[in-house]
């Protein structure tokens, strides 16, 4: 007998598991498909910067609506989102300033905790960075980082809860539409049968879509990260940093290591079954880039380095709506940046599937149309894309 769901969510990763959240705490029962384990795809590789200094205003709104879950996380979800408190410093060089107090005066004015700073005030807050290529910088002191797998696990275990289901190991192959509306999913474990079927399969997402003829522009983006331990000069810590005239960011990891990302490092392109191997010459160019910043990191010594991918669409913002048959949703294409704004994606997602129209934030400037219409999406003071 083919088993029934109301729901089914292709993906276990964060977003898979959200949505399955808000889906079970409005009384239905969601089933997650997960070909291999939770959080196996980008969410377990995931930097977790939890951070709300977006350029665009909806992606603004969905960080800062996501904000409110990391901080009441037990009291929101139940269990734990690993969030940590390290204050937030989005560094950009003189000759972009005007980006920078244009996007912290929409981010107030979207109610987000953020202000612009002197370089004196970093200097104050991160006494080993260089601050000479600066004036200004916008500070959030109430943001830092979270654990992605542990929120995953906490979301999706608050979804069992609540009638929810998780199927891992369990690869979906098939998607089946009868008179123009989603019924049933084919799986490398039997069928499963529901009037609804969400995309939320991160980097594999567009394979996902082409079951059912959806052409979805969302390729696959590589992204390495190093783990350095700090020298013990530098065991007090740092904030969590976007550097973007290093095309980099950092934050600490624990209580002696730094997490390193570059923006300038991503590859872009190629089949989501790759090997996920760092390129050679990362670590020379991670040490490199974060010296400029810390120079007294040189001391540092090299942790770990890992790989992880993710979907990217063309205006590297997501695709979050209704698309092809009746009952079939996009909640993919996150483009690097899809932790963070995770709990308020599957709530609007969730509300958009039950009631027809996202609440806690206006979710329809991320339709799929927007592509084939030429409006991608820019930020208002955005002079370049954030992966490059
Ligand atoms: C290295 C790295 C660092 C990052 N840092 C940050 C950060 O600091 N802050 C931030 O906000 N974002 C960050 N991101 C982005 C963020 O992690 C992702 O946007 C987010 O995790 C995407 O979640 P997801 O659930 O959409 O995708 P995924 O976690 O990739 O989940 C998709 C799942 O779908 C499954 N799947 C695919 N096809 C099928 C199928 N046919 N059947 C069944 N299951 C299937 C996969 O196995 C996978 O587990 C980072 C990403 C990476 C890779």
């Not at 567009?206 to 052409?215: E, H, N």
């Not at 690097?336 to 934030?361: D, H, N, Q, S, W």
Request: proline share 5%; aromatic share 8%; glycine share 12%.
């Amino acid at each position: 007998m083919i088993e029934t769901a109301d729901a089914i969510v292709i993906g276990g990763g964060i977003q898979g598991a959200s949505l399955a959240f808000h889906l079970a705490e409005k009384g239905l029962r969601p089933l997650v498909i997960e070909r291999s384990t939770l959080a196996s795809g980008a969410t377990g590789r995931s930097s977790g910067l939890v951070r709300m200094h977006y350029d665009l205003e909806p992606e603004a709104r969905l960080a800062w609506a996501s904000f409110a879950y990391f901080r009441d996380w037990r009291e929101r979800v139940g269990g734990e989102c690993g969030f940590t408190r390290t204050g937030f410093l989005q560094l950009y060089p003189r000759d972009a300033a005007a980006r920078l107090r244009s996007n912290v005066e929409m981010q107030q004015r979207v109610g987000i905790s953020t202000m612009l700073v002197s370089a004196d005030d970093v200097a104050r807050l991160a006494p080993a960075f260089r601050t000479d290529d600066f004036d200004e910088a916008a500070y959030e002191p109430e943001s830092g980082y979270a654990d992605p797998s542990g929120s995953t696990a906490a979301l999706l275990a608050a979804a069992r809860e609540r009638g929810g289901r998780l199927v891992q190991g369990c690869e979906m192959t098939a998607i089946r539409v009868e008179c123009g509306r989603v019924a049933a999913v084919d799986t490398t474990r039997g069928s499963f049968s529901a009037p609804v079927v969400v995309d939320a399969a991160g980097a594999w997402a567009r394979g996902v879509a082409a079951l059912v003829g959806l052409d979805v522009p969302v390729t696959v983006w590589r992204h390495d990260t190093a783990f350095i331990r700090r020298p013990r000069a530098l065991r007090l810590g740092h904030p969590t940093v976007i550097d973007d005239g290093n095309a980099m960011y950092f934050r600490p990891e624990g209580r002696d290591l730094t997490l390193i990302g570059l923006e300038d490092d991503a590859g872009i392109g190629g089949e989501p079954e790759e090997v996920l191997r760092p390129a050679d010459e990362f670590v020379g160019r991670v040490v490199d880039r974060i010296c400029r910043r810390i120079p007294a990191m040189a001391d540092g010594e090299l942790q770990s380095t890992q790989r992880g991918q993710d979907g990217i669409t063309p205006d590297q913002r997501p695709i979050l709506c209704a698309a092809g048959p009746d009952g079939f949703y996009l909640d993919c294409g996150f483009s690097g940046t899809g932790f963070k704004t995770a709990p308020a994606v599957g709530a609007c997602m969730a509300e958009l599937i039950v009631g027809g129209r996202a609440t806690t934030v206006d979710i329809s400037a991320f339709g799929l149309e927007r592509f084939s219409e030429g409006r991608l999406l820019a930020g208002s003071h955005e002079d370049r894309p954030m992966w490059r």
